[in-house]
């Protein structure tokens, strides 16, 4: 399998590095299978670090590696458990560390809008649930360990088109 990650720089060698933000699936190293993603992904890093430069680096995953020697988390669909649990990092910070993999749907900016909406007590879960189905997820592959980062190898990086 093919995974990206969009930064600021090319990283070549994963590394868990300690971070303030409260992101879906707590502290990690963030992937995707869709190329669009990352890329869109790495204007948000520039902005952020306030930097020019943009990449998306390139890695090849063995899934038989999951099976055989991660603890993984998968959420499948943006469910009940889903929500609970991105809703237990986004706002108070990381919930879970047994897991050396969690893999599951990603809140890009447009599914935050709705999770913000029920965060706020604006939209009940129902609500929120039922939204989220309609909306176009994408996946993400947060490795949380050493052992989860010794699964990727890297295969390139590139310079994303666009401005």
């Known amino acids: 399998m093919i995974l990206y990650h969009g930064s600021n720089v090319v990283v070549k060698k994963p590394m868990l590095v300690p ?6 699936f707590g502290f990690g190293f963030y992937t995707t299978s869709n190329k669009e993603q990352a890329e869109r992904f790495t204007f948000q890093v520039a902005r952020r670090t306030k930097t020019d430069t943009r990449f998306v680096s390139v890695f090849d ?6 099976a055989a020697n991660l603890k993984v988390l998968r959420f499948n669909s943006p469910d009940e458990e889903w ?3 991105v809703q237990q990092n986004r706002l108070q910070g990381e919930t879970d560390s047994e897991y050396d ?5 990603v809140a890009n900016d447009d599914v ?5 909406l029920h965060f706020l007590g604006i939209l009940t879960r129902e609500q929120t649930l039922q939204t989220l189905k309609v909306k ?8 949380k360990s050493e052992k989860a980062i010794r699964c990727l190898n890297y295969s390139e990086s590139y310079i994303p088109k666009g401005d």
């Open 136 to 143: 176009e997820l994408y996946d993400q592959y947060v490795f």
């Open 101 to 105: 993999l969690i893999i599951g749907p």
């Open 19 to 24: 971070n303030q933000r409260r992101l879906d």
């Open 61 to 66: 995953y063995d899934e038989n590696n999951e």
């Open 83 to 85: 929500l609970d649990f």
């Open 112 to 116: 935050f809008t709705t999770l913000q």
